[in-house]
């Protein structure tokens, strides 16, 4: 079973631009998770999606949204970069919401704002 | 605050030394959800243990142990004769109903064994 895929896997954008990072979830999982990840924050919680609807939403500016597809698969954009906003992001799925099932990860997408 | 502490940030040891990772927790729930997750220098996170909180029962899964106990808010975890493969970042996470079931991470301890 493949795993979940981020792509790209590096990106390097400027201030001010904007930025759509791409997730798949594994098969079958409708559930889909975003994290950001930075070394002096640590791993934090964006969103999460299902059934194309956000579910849950961390504490992050209207800068980030999201996005979910029919296929279950993501998408998160983020508008206005600012230099704070370099981290990798990861996407997490699992099948389905409202549960403690286990989330798998993906190998993130390292974005570096210039 | 903090809801998940990992109070080691860096571990060293020599192969085959035993090595304890700390996780002490925070919460009102009455039904939560801890986790332990690895991170290699590739990025992904992989998952190696979920343990739910009326279940204290420890855990044993190889060369891994996991000691869950109520009582000091605490989910340790132990590797015993320790590898150079087990060099990544080690993360302890909980997670909540009243938050969703959204991981809740702590800061991560990164745990060096060398030959």
């Known amino acids: 079973k493949a795993g979940v895929t981020q792509t790209p896997r590096y990106l390097i954008k400027t201030r001010g631009q904007q930025v759509t990072l791409s997730c798949s979830p594994i098969?079958?999982?409708?559930?889909v998770s975003w994290y950001q990840q930075t070394p002096g924050q640590g791993l934090q919680f964006l969103f999460e999606?299902?059934?194309?609807?956000?579910?849950n939403k961390g504490n992050f500016p209207g800068r980030f949204s999201g996005r979910q597809f029919s296929n279950s698969r993501s998408e998160m954009n983020v508008s206005t970069l600012e230099l704070g906003d370099s981290a990798l992001y990861l996407c997490?799925?699992?099948?389905?919401?409202?549960?403690?099932?286990?989330?798998?990860f993906g190998d993130g997408t390292r974005l570096s704002i210039l | 605050a903090q809801k998940v502490t990992q109070a080691q940030t860096e571990i060293s040891v020599v192969e085959k030394e035993d090595v304890t990772l700390d996780c002490v927790y925070e919460?009102?729930?009455?039904?939560?959800?801890l986790f332990w997750y690895k991170q290699p220098p590739s990025g992904e996170l992989v998952f190696l243990i979920r343990?739910?909180?009326?279940?204290?029962q420890n855990e044993i899964s190889g060369r891994y142990s996991w000691n869950f106990q109520k009582s000091t808010s605490s989910f340790n975890f132990t590797i015993t004769a320790s590898q150079v493969v087990d060099s990544a970042v080690y993360f302890c996470?909980?997670?909540?109903?009243?938050?969703?079931?959204?991981?809740?991470f702590g800061k991560g301890t990164s745990l060096l064994v060398t030959p």
């Open positions: 997490a799925s699992k099948s389905e919401p409202y549960s403690n099932q286990p989330q798998h």
């Open positions: 999606y299902f059934s194309e609807t956000q579910r």
């Open positions: 343990r739910n909180s009326f279940d204290e």
């Open positions: 098969s079958g999982h409708r559930s």
């Open positions: 996470a909980l997670s909540e109903t009243n938050s969703g079931y959204a991981l809740n």
């Open positions: 919460t009102r729930d009455t039904t939560y959800y």
